[in-house]
């Protein structure tokens, strides 16, 4: 498989040139991959509030079922208050994640009036889902982030 390296001076730059016509109440931050994007946006939006969502669909390179363990009590009554919430996570290849974050974040929300946005680092494949990209790439090709270990 193709690798493609993201260098971190462009995610803060790109992150930097971030325009939202919404101020962000909460980031929920999709685990692992979603951290440090999640942390630099949250410097740039002055958001303090932050809810970690462990998501897991890929162990190593491969692709398995999405595990998504449950938010805490807390977390879930600041998502229920919340006017504004941005999702953020680094790679957006099937949507199968995201879509799930979206369906379950939506049954925790319930009849409050929550706007639901979010934001990924790099896209690979067009979608109906992501609010905020900031670069594109194809599905053959396994994203390398500054933070990553190889």
């Known amino acids: ?86 999702i953020v996570d680094d790679v957006y290849d099937s949507g199968e994640t995201m879509k799930a974050v979206y369906s379950y974040l939506g049954g925790i929300a319930g009849e409050s009036t929550v706007n639901l946005n979010s934001f990924c680092v790099i896209q690979k494949q067009d979608n109906d889902v992501l609010n905020h990209v900031l670069f594109e790439g194809d599905l053959n090709t396994w994203v390398v982030f500054p933070w990553d270990f190889e």
Do not use: W
Request: aromatic share 6%; net charge negative; glycine share 6%.
């Open 1 to 86: 498989m193709n690798k493609l390296y993201i260098d971190f001076e462009d995610v803060k730059k790109g992150i930097d040139e971030l325009k939202l016509d919404y101020k962000v109440d909460t980031i929920i931050c999709l685990t692992r991959g979603g951290l440090v994007p999640a942390g630099v946006l949250a410097y740039k939006l002055d958001c303090k509030d932050i809810i970690n969502l462990k998501v897991q669909s890929y162990i190593d390179q491969e692709r398995h079922e999405i595990d998504l363990e449950p938010l805490h009590y807390g977390d879930i009554i600041k998502i229920q208050e919340s006017k504004n919430i941005l």
